[in-house]
């Protein structure tokens, strides 16, 4: 009987905590022009993208980036790039909102680069749903 039991709590829990994807859509996008030297900030059109859930927000997947997170109460997870590239996303679970911020590594603070690369930093804020 232990042993069913055992199994059965196991296999309950792990589907409790199921990675999911979410679908995000942007509704503010905003940030610093790459052209010109930086000399305005712009607003950006950018476009959905999905966010796969490992877990209960443990951490995700945006776009091919890892990334992790923790949270301060039960509803709000900050995630950040799980190799320290100045990528943040900031998701409240119940009123479904995120901020996503990218720091660019050839942004306003590398301009200009040895490299010759630019890179736009971005600020956005929406709303996620399920898939």
């Known amino acids: 009987m232990k042993p ?3 199994f059965l709590t196991l296999f309950l829990s792990s589907l409790l905590a199921a ?26 059109s950018q476009p959905r993208f999905s966010v796969k859930v490992h877990g209960d927000f443990e951490k995700i997947d945006i776009g091919g980036f890892p990334m992790v997170c923790e949270t301060r ?8 790039h799980a190799y320290d590239y100045g990528t ?23 301009y200009p680069s040895k490299a010759g690369q630019h890179d736009s930093d971005i600020l956005r804020a929406g709303e996620c749903e399920k898939f």
């Open 4 to 6: 069913l039991l055992l």
């Open 19 to 44: 990675d999911e994807v979410l679908y995000c859509i942007p509704k503010l996008s905003t940030g610093f022009d790459d052209s010109d030297n930086y000399s305005k900030s712009i607003n950006f």
């Open 73 to 80: 109460d039960e509803s709000i997870y900050t995630c950040t």
């Open 88 to 110: 943040f996303f900031k998701y409240n679970k119940n009123t479904k909102r995120f901020l996503s911020v990218v720091i660019g590594d050839f942004g306003y603070l590398s």
